[in-house]
């Protein structure tokens, strides 16, 4: 069981910036990757950013240049960096974490913190 704890969000104006944090409760390397996701009202969950235990960073086009996903191993944490956050980044924010368990993947996920972009 990995249990993960986000902090960092609410409200920000258009231009601003945050930082999300996510604690895993097993050192990140342990897992096979951890990521962020996001889902705004009536849309479905979308990957935001990835980044895989030997793998390259991955980040959804609408973020690039903006959003940096990045890790402390000593922590076991994954953040998120938000720069010139826009009103259409406005969502709940959810880290994952995935993990080999034989033949399976398994997802985890965390409770989610909001992120509001608003003038």
């Known amino acids: 069981q990995v249990q993960l704890v986000e902090s960092g ?9 945050l930082r999300l944090s996510c604690a895993a409760s097993v050192s990140i390397f342990s897992l ?8 705004a009202p009536g849309k479905q969950r979308e990957l ?4 895989p235990n030997g793998g390259r960073l991955n980040y959804a086009d609408s973020v690039k240049g903006r959003f940096t996903i990045s ?46 972009v608003s003038s």
């Open 9 to 17: 969000g609410g409200l920000v104006q258009p231009g601003g910036s």
């Open 71 to 116: 890790r402390d191993s000593a922590k076991n944490t994954v953040y998120l960096q938000m720069n010139s956050l826009k009103p259409e980044d406005t969502a709940v924010y959810y880290c994952n974490a995935v993990v080999s368990r034989g033949i399976s993947l398994l997802n985890y996920w965390g409770q989610g913190t909001q992120v509001t």
């Open 32 to 39: 096979n990757a951890m990521g962020w996701y996001r889902q």
């Open 48 to 51: 935001v950013a990835s980044i």
